[in-house]
């Protein structure tokens, strides 16, 4: 769920759907079609697209690329297993994703829509959550417990993630305001 541009976003993954309201009050102003699982989403901001993470159990993992203002699917960005958690690293035009099947953190090129690096999670083995630091390139991943925080540097193309400083909490985030990650 997200507020973005005075409209209410909704994925609803039981019904495989995006739901955009609008109004006051609140009145649902249009639906797209997604598939099973929708729910994990991105806003860019500069862009007014909104990324939705979606499939993987019946139907093939893909992102839908929504254009807010017009509130339409742009692209369908296939991904190897279902996308959980989503940043956006803007003046990179890139997509960071976690592949809680295949234990990974993809980058994806927004303007080719490829895939351009990979980082395996060792220990993940679950939706796990990112944060991601924008100005300095530095990317948060909460791993389960015994709970491990990653940082990890935004800049190789591809390996694995080196883990730092023990945490048991499952939801983080970054604040620019306060250069800091909470978990």
């Known amino acids: 769920m997200g507020w973005l541009d005075g409209s209410l976003y909704v994925a609803d993954g ?12 609140l009145a649902l102003a249009g639906t797209l079609k997604l598939s099973d699982d929708a729910d994990d989403m991105v806003y860019d901001e500069a862009s007014h697209l909104l990324f939705v993470g979606h499939g ?3 139907n093939p993992a893909k992102i839908a690329v929504v254009d807010t203002i017009r509130f ?11 996308p959980e958690a989503l940043e956006i690293d803007a003046p990179r035009a890139a997509r960071l994703c ?6 990974e953190v993809a980058v994806i090129d927004l303007a080719s829509r490829a895939i351009t690096a990979q980082w395996k999670l060792s220990r993940a083995g679950d939706n796990v959550p990112l944060a991601y630091d924008v100005e300095r390139h530095l990317l948060y991943v909460g791993l389960p417990p015994p709970g491990t925080l ?3 540097r935004c800049c190789d193309r591809q390996g694995s993630l080196p883990s730092h400083r023990p945490r048991k909490e499952s939801t983080i985030c970054f ?3 306060h250069l800091a990650v909470y978990t």
């Open 98 to 103: 976690q592949h809680s099947e295949s234990n």
């Open 150 to 152: 990653i940082r990890a």
């Open 14 to 25: 039981a019904l495989g759907e995006l739901m955009v309201y609008n109004g006051t009050p």
């Open 56 to 58: 993987g159990a019946a």
């Open 72 to 82: 339409s699917i742009v692209a369908s960005l296939s991904v190897a297993t279902h």
């Open 175 to 177: 604040t620019t305001q």
